[in-house]
């Protein structure tokens, strides 16, 4: 005997939540990639809240809670005002060079136009003079403008304040409005984030200073030009996993292809490569262990996916987005299945 077919009621039954749910998620992301100038500050100091939380609630022992708060503040200031300076002196070393690096990036253009055009290939045009040079200056200065963006940095921080001066009110407030199981699911599974992605965010910055360290001295050991610049590069692009490491292993060693040739470049490119290596194979998940369980192709989806919805914001905390979601999706049977597709839930 042949099964029964489902009849078009049972279809449409099962096929309605499924089309709700893809609506629902098309909804949210565009109202994420409307609302960015509130949602990504909001995103950032909710991650930064995670980490600076403990060391309130050390503080909060020895004075009063407004003071531990200013004091915390005060300290993720300083980073931020020591990173931002870092960066500002490798554009003041870098801006020199862009003239240098602009004619030397042309002259290579001009040549490779010339070989395609000598085998009948398609040119695209010629280059005008400066072009390259320009194009540089645009974005050395996109950069600066970023920098000196005051708004986004005054957003993150009321915003963080905010947060650690609500966060101790939390559970309570969670069990009045959850009074059931479903309340005991949401605080363990903010507290399970807070633990894992508190210990991610400080293996990759421990791991982040080891990769800036060792890439500056390879560089000038190599006598690569401005090794402090690529450092300093490998270190901000290794809190984003897999493209970061890549970008910071490529650029140096096309600067060293172009002004020392081909062999110091290959030799720069194949020794960032095993630092790399290294460090994101073996030296990561020793330290990290089993924290953030997101399988390597969802890990890079999740940079993409962010980076377009946030732009280059988004990619730095793209991980860290979708881990939360998958932790917090692994708390609840409905959504587990969520968890176990993103690489966790086990």
């Not at 449409?12 to 409307?34: D, E, F, G, H, N």
């Not at 270190?235 to 910071?248: D, H, M, Q, R």
């Not at 299945?337 to 690489?343: C, E, K, S, V």
Request: proline residues 6%; contains cysteine; glycine residues 10%.
């Amino acid at each position: 005997m042949t099964p029964d077919r489902p009849s078009l009621t049972q279809i449409q039954s099962r096929l309605v939540p499924i089309l709700l749910i893809i609506i629902a998620v098309i909804l949210t992301v565009q109202a994420l990639r409307l609302t960015r100038p509130v949602t990504m500050p909001i995103a950032f100091a909710f991650f930064i809240a995670v980490v600076a939380y403990p060391v309130q609630a050390w503080l909060e022992r020895y004075v009063p809670k407004w003071l531990a708060m200013v004091g915390v503040l005060a300290v993720l200031g300083a980073v931020v005002g020591l990173l931002v300076g870092a960066i500002e002196l490798s554009l003041e070393l870098v801006a020199p060079k862009l003239p240098q690096y602009g004619d030397r990036l042309q002259s290579l253009a001009q040549s490779a136009q010339g070989w395609l055009g000598n085998h009948g290939l398609p040119t695209g045009g010629q280059p005008s003079d400066g072009a390259m040079s320009q194009l540089l200056q645009r974005a050395v200065g996109g950069v600066q403008s970023v920098l000196g963006s005051l708004s986004l940095l005054v957003l993150v921080a009321s915003f963080l304040a905010l947060l650690l001066l609500e966060v101790g009110k939390y559970r309570d407030r969670t069990q009045r409005a959850f009074p059931d199981e479903v309340g005991d699911h949401i605080i363990h599974a903010v507290s399970s984030m807070g633990q894992k992605l508190r210990r991610y965010f400080l293996v990759v910055a421990f791991t982040s200073v080891i990769t800036g360290v060792l890439t500056s001295l390879w560089c000038w050991v190599l006598g690569v030009g401005l090794a402090f610049v690529w450092g300093l590069l490998a270190f901000v692009l290794n809190f984003i996993p897999t493209l970061g490491s890549i970008i910071a292993a490529i650029v140096p060693a096309l600067v060293a292809t172009l002004f020392q040739g081909p062999a110091v470049g290959a030799a720069t490119l194949v020794g960032l490569a095993v630092l790399q290596t290294i460090l994101g194979n073996f030296v990561d998940p020793k330290l990290q262990g089993k924290y953030l369980k997101l399988s390597p192709f969802v890990a890079l989806l999740s940079i993409v996916f962010w980076g377009w919805v946030w732009g280059i914001p988004g990619a730095f905390i793209g991980v860290p987005m979708t881990a939360a979601v998958m932790l917090l999706a692994s708390e609840f049977g409905s959504s587990r299945p969520i968890a176990i597709m993103l690489g966790g839930g086990d």
